[in-house]
Structures are given as C-alpha cells and as structure tokens.
C-alpha cells in the first residue's frame, strides 16, 4: 500500500501513540528530514532529469533549474553533432577563461553559484544545451485536496498563496490554486477540515461555507516504492524529538537504514548495470 500525506501522518501517530499538538505541528519536518536523508543518501534515477536550455552569446553564465541540486551532465550541439562539455572545478574554468571576453565553441563548465554555471570560453554564439541533473523531488508534505464551497454573491475571492482558516476546526492551509468561484485547492492541513465549516481567507477577506472535501490522494516515488524507509525514517525523527526510549529508537533507526540499504541496492547496483553484461549483485559476506 502506497503512502499519501494523511495516511503516513496517520501512521507515525498511530506507532508512536502521540497526538499532544506540538508533536502534531511537527509531523510535516519529520517527513520533509527523511525525504531529505534519502535524498542525501541514495542515487536513484528517479531523483534525475533533464532540462533545455540556451547558452547565450558573449554571456559565460547558464542558470541551474529552481529545483536544480547536482549535475550529471551538461552537453550541446556544435556542427550538428551533440558535444558534452566537461564539468571542471570553478578556478579551472577561470583560469582556462581569464579574460570574459575572449569566447570560443564552449568545452568546460564549473558550478560558480547556488543558481548559476560557469562556462569556457564564453560562448562565442547561442548555443541549444540540455542538462541532465540531480533534482529536489517534490515533498510529500506539498500534497492538495479541493474544497468545494458556497460563497456568498458578490464577495471577495481567495488569492494564491494566503493562508485560510476553517472556523470550527482551526485548521489553517495555504492556497494553492483558484479553480473557479465555488472550487479552491488548498495544501493538505496537519489535521483536517470539515464540511459545514466557514473558511475564511487571511488577506483577501474571503469566506465560503465547505460542502464537500477531496480525498488526499497524492503520492510520491518513495510513497509509492520505498515506504518501508520513508516509515522508520518518520518514526526515528519523531523519536528524536519525543527524546524515545533508546531501545526504540535504535530499533527504528536501524529499520531506516536497512531500507536505506535496500534503496541503495537498486539505485546504485540494478539500476545501472544489468545481470546479463555484470552478472548479479553481490555483497560482502558479513
């Protein structure tokens, strides 16, 4: 069974008995750190994709993708061949280039920024590129349900990325999308909306009464192919902050670290290389 928002939230409250509020807030962090830790940890081909772009003329710089983390690799066409260029450390590429201005058909590029790469020489014409990269997944945590309202004639309406508020719930959650007068679509809450309730819109004013609610149905690749740790890697951050039994703890962390392994298993062994040319995967005997 796949993981959603709800259900995992679910799921660490129900292993680790705990609903006290504070606990309850924190859910989202306990989710977003282990995505994290996988995402640190691994090297799936899942958390790799590709992007187009154009290196401009006299311009020796290309801005990385929003979502942008490590490159695998940058390539171009020259003379209707395709040509990868060849990733070099930033005082490389800058040596190699010292003066800006002297261009040439593009071979090297260096990360200068967190948002931009460095290439050398600078381009000497627009040149069509595409980077293959290591990108930030979206987290599970960023999952939407619509709610479906009446809304009084004439009233305001709700505006993309303010915070509404269920007046019988106390639920709060940030909009995500205006579909139309009657339809919002709204990230998913910590707890949950209910239907008869007023919401209410933090800066536009605006109110609707809730008369039905989507179900949370999102998932993501590690929701969907690697719950056993996305779970144990939950449930040993929420240990960490309810300060756990240390028994428990060591009992969680490791379950992480065995599915921890069982990813890196497929992510850095079958997933690059096939039984057929290699032969099976092997381990060390322990």
């Known amino acids: 069974m796949s993981f959603t928002y709800t259900t995992l939230k679910t799921a660490i409250k129900d292993y680790t008995e705990n609903d006290e509020t504070g606990f309850l807030r924190n859910l989202p962090l306990f989710i977003e750190l282990t995505e994290e830790r996988i995402l640190k940890n691994v090297q799936l081909t899942t958390f790799q994709q590709n992007s187009s772009g154009t290196l401009s003329k006299d311009n020796q710089f290309l801005e990385t993708p929003s979502d942008f983390m490590a490159p695998f690799s940058l390539s171009t066409i020259v003379n209707n ?6 990733f070099k450390d930033l005082d490389y590429v800058q040596t190699y280039t010292p003066n800006p ?4 058909v593009p071979i090297y590029y260096a990360q ?4 931009n790469f460095i290439i050398g020489p600078t381009p000497d014409s627009n ?5 293959a990269y290591f990108y930030r997944p979206k987290s599970l945590t960023k999952s939407e349900i619509t709610l479906t309202m009446v ?7 709700f505006t993309l990325g303010e915070t509404v508020t269920g007046s019988s719930s106390g639920q709060t959650s940030i909009v995500t999308s205006v579909t139309s007068v009657s339809l919002l679509a709204v990230r998913v809450p910590i707890g949950s909306f209910t239907v008869g309730e007023t919401v209410t819109g933090s800066s536009s004013g605006a109110s609707g009464v809730i008369t039905a609610i989507s179900p949370d149905t999102t998932t993501t690749w590690l929701s969907d192919d690697g719950r056993m740790t996305l779970l144990y890697g939950c449930l040993s951050e929420a240990y960490t902050y309810m300060k756990g ?4 703890m060591t009992l969680y962390e490791g379950r992480f670290r065995e599915g921890l392994s069982r990813l890196k298993n497929l992510g850095e062994g079958q997933e690059i290389a096939d039984e057929y040319r290699y032969g099976p995967i092997r381990k060390a005997r322990t």
Do not use: Q
């Open 81 to 86: 061949e395709k040509v990868f260029l060849l």
């Open 101 to 104: 201005a002297t261009t040439g």
């Open 112 to 115: 200068f920024d967190d948002a």
């Open 127 to 131: 040149y069509s590129v595409e980077l």
């Open 151 to 157: 809304r009084p004639a004439g009233g305001a309406g």
């Open 245 to 248: 039994d240390a028994d428990m």
